[in-house]
Every structure is written in C-alpha cells, then in structure tokens.
C-alpha cells in the first residue's frame, strides 16, 4: 500500500503537467499522510538537508565550466584539434563528432551541454559534407551521452551523494567505461557510412595539425589537471570543480581573450538557472528517499529481490532491466535519486562492489537520455538542430544499440571496469 500511494502521487502529478521536483515533493506530502507522520516542519526540513551537501556543491561548478567553455572558445578549439586528426578520413567528421564527445566529457560532465554545443558546430557541417542529417544528429545525441560516464559527471556526483559512495573512485572507474562507448560508436559509425557517397576532406598538413594542437592545448590540458589531481588526491570532486571553472576562465578571458565582463555575466546567469533545476530536484528527490527509507521500501525490495541475491549477474541484469524502462519515462537525475535508495540495499546484500553498480547504473541512465518518448538530449538535438523527435530517434537508434550492448558487456565481464578502477585508485 506504501508503494502504491507512492508510485500514484508521483505519477499522477507528472500525468496533469507537475514539474518532477514539485511531483517529488507531493508524493513525499501523500507518503507521510500514509505513514501518519504528516508535518510539514520535517518535509521542510529535509529539504533543505536534501541540498545542503558540500559534494553537490561541484554541481553548480562543472555547470560554469561547462558554459564557460562553450562561450570561452575551448569547445570550437577542441573541434578544431578532432577535425586535422581525422577530418580527412571518410566519414571523418562522424569521427570528430566521437573525438569531441569524449574531450569535452572530460570538461563538463553535462550530456545536454555536450549534445546542444556539438549540435550547433557539427550538424551544419555534416549536413554540408552530404551526411544523412538525420543520422548525423543521431550519432551526436547518441555520443553527447559519455559526458555523464567520463569524469568529471554531474550524474555520478548524484549517485555517490545518494548512495554514500565515493565520488572520486566512481570518477577513476568511468574512465574506461566511457572510453568503451565511444569505441562502440565508432565502430557502428565506420559500418553505417561506408556506403555513404562521401568525399573526404583534404589532408591537413603537419604545419595545420601543429597549429591546432598549440591552439586546443589549454583546453585539452583541463581534463588532465582534474585526472591527475584527483588520482593523486591533490583535490576532492568538489575543489576538482571549483579548479575546472576558475581554470577554463582564466583560459577563455587572459589566453585566448573571448570572453569579457558582459559575457560572464551571461555565462553566471545560465549556470545558475540549470544549476537551480537541479539542485531543487535533489532536495525534493532526497525527501522522498527519506521518507521511502523510513517507511521500509529498501528492505521490502531486497525481501523481493531474495531469490536473485545468491545469483549477482541475473541481479544486475534485472535491475539493469528496470533502469533502462524507468529511463524511458523519466529525466536522469530524478531517477538516480528515486532507485538509488531502493536498489543500494539489495546491491550490497548481493555482494555486489558498489562502486561497480554504479558506473553502469550512470550508463543505463545516461543511455536513457537518448530513448524516447522522454530522452531529454533527444529534445535538445532536435531542438538546436531543428529537426522533429522522430527523426533524431530514428537516426540514433543503430548507436542506441551499440551502448546498450557495451552496457550488457560490462554486465558480463565485471573486471572491464573493476580492474582498471582498481589500478587508477
């Protein structure tokens, strides 16, 4: 009865149009009223408990550096680097667009910022090179979704905040992981254009690939500040953020000069309103996960899960299972903070590393991003690239294929990711 007064306030709400954070908040009210406990002093409460995290506070700043970046000129120089290294290759710029995905995940942790941003430099180009344009917006939507696996992640912040698990481990085992789902959009790129009647670019010389790299190397040396400094423990997730925003102004405003007073202020007032959405979101979504915590739901689910918990792969095969449906009708953060303390207990009862699940739960979610009819960076390509839903779907469903299929990979073979997690720590 608990559940079901749960799963009918929040569905309900969102069915007449509620904001999720507002839903999440009305079923945590419906929730208390169950319990008996209703007072709205303690839902206040822990509301603001529910924000009030010095972890999350990296949330707002790898949202600066993100629109920094985007303003500063560091993702138009990052581009620039990807096209002389393989601009001339048939299909190139397919390739750019994987190159650019896995860089710039390494500075903004933000799957809609990567997406919006290589949208707009990339889809016009592909578009004029004679690439299907559907397809083209599809692999950018479909790569735009390594930002949350590769460090630094927005995402994985949520999770370890959620799940009280360390951040930076869950940083250090994205790596590879990340790395794996680019590889597979590769691969399913170099399949799908290799009919394509397309005339590569002109080799660029060695004077032009020298020139880009001398120009991107204070964009591309970020990635390995924050690495390097959270492998050695320099800094935590959280100064690693404060680091990222402050480095990536320094960049954009004395180095490469395309940034001034009127632009920050600009670039402070998006990260702020972004930063704010998510943020409300936690708070509300941690009220929930109180209450679900108080009214026993954990152990309820690991009493249901008891027959998978003697059996590892087929329990993360189902909770994989679960995620990817549940990802199809909801945004990413509310659905880590929703299953994140539902699915922890039976996770742990299971033997499992936690640190394990939760780099392919990130990627189950991070995936969900691009499944329709939800897909929140489906939307956003179609959106700045000016094409309808469907199309986009239809092209990024052969690369929606292919990270579902690195995601049941790494369901099988749990030392792809515990192995090399486990030298970087």
Request: aromatic share 8%; net charge neutral; charged share 10%.
């Amino acid at each position: 009865m608990i559940l079901t007064t749960f799963l009918v306030a929040l569905l309900g709400a969102m069915a007449i149009g509620v904001p999720i954070a507002f839903a999440l908040l009305i079923s945590g009210a419906a929730l208390m009223w169950q319990l008996d406990m209703f007072d709205a002093q303690i839902l206040a409460q822990n509301l603001i408990n529910g924000a009030n995290s010095f972890p999350l506070l990296a949330v707002p700043f790898f949202m600066l550096a993100g629109e920094i970046m985007t303003v500063g000129g560091l993702s138009r120089r990052i581009v620039d680097f990807a096209m002389v290294l393989v601009g001339h290759v048939k299909g190139g710029l397919g390739y750019v667009t994987i190159i650019t995905a896995c860089l710039m995940a390494a500075l903004s942790g933000s799957a809609v910022a990567d997406a919006a941003a290589m949208t707009a430099l990339l889809l016009p180009m592909m578009t004029a090179a004679g690439h299907d344009r559907k397809r083209s917006a599809g692999l950018i939507a479909s790569a735009g979704i390594i930002a949350p696996v590769i460090p630094p992640s927005i995402g994985m912040i949520i999770f370890g905040v959620a799940a009280n698990v360390s951040i930076s481990k869950l940083f250090l085992a994205g790596i590879l992981p990340g790395l794996m789902m680019g590889a597979a959009l590769w691969v399913t790129w170099a399949w799908l254009v290799r009919r394509e009647p397309i005339t590569p670019q002109p080799r660029k010389s060695a004077r032009d690939v020298l020139h880009a790299a001398r120009e991107g190397i204070w964009a591309l040396g970020m990635p390995v500040i924050i690495i390097v400094g959270l492998r050695f423990g320099v800094f935590t997730p959280t100064e690693a953020a404060v680091v990222a925003a402050v480095y990536s102004w320094f960049v954009s405003t004395f180095i490469y000069r395309e940034m001034n007073l009127r632009s920050l202020y600009q670039v402070f007032l998006s990260s702020a309103k972004v930063s704010a959405v998510i943020m409300l979101l936690v708070a509300a979504a941690m009220v929930s996960a109180w209450l679900i915590t108080v009214a026993g739901l954990p152990d309820r689910m690991v009493d249901l899960l008891e027959p998978l918990i003697g059996e590892p792969l087929l329990l993360m095969l189902a909770a994989m299972a679960l995620v990817v449906l549940v990802g199809t009708a909801m945004d990413m953060t509310p659905t880590i903070l929703i299953l994140t303390p539902v699915l922890m207990p039976a996770v742990k009862a299971a033997g499992i590393d936690p640190v394990y699940f939760g780099v392919l739960f990130i990627i189950n979610n991070a995936i969900g991003l691009i499944t329709p009819p939800v897909g929140t960076v489906l939307n956003t390509v179609a959106g700045v690239g000016r094409l309808s839903m469907d199309d986009v779907t239809r092209g990024a469903l052969p690369f929606l294929l292919a990270q579902l299929a690195v995601l049941f990979l790494l369901v099988l073979f749990p030392d792809l990711v515990l192995v090399p997690a486990r030298w970087l720590y």
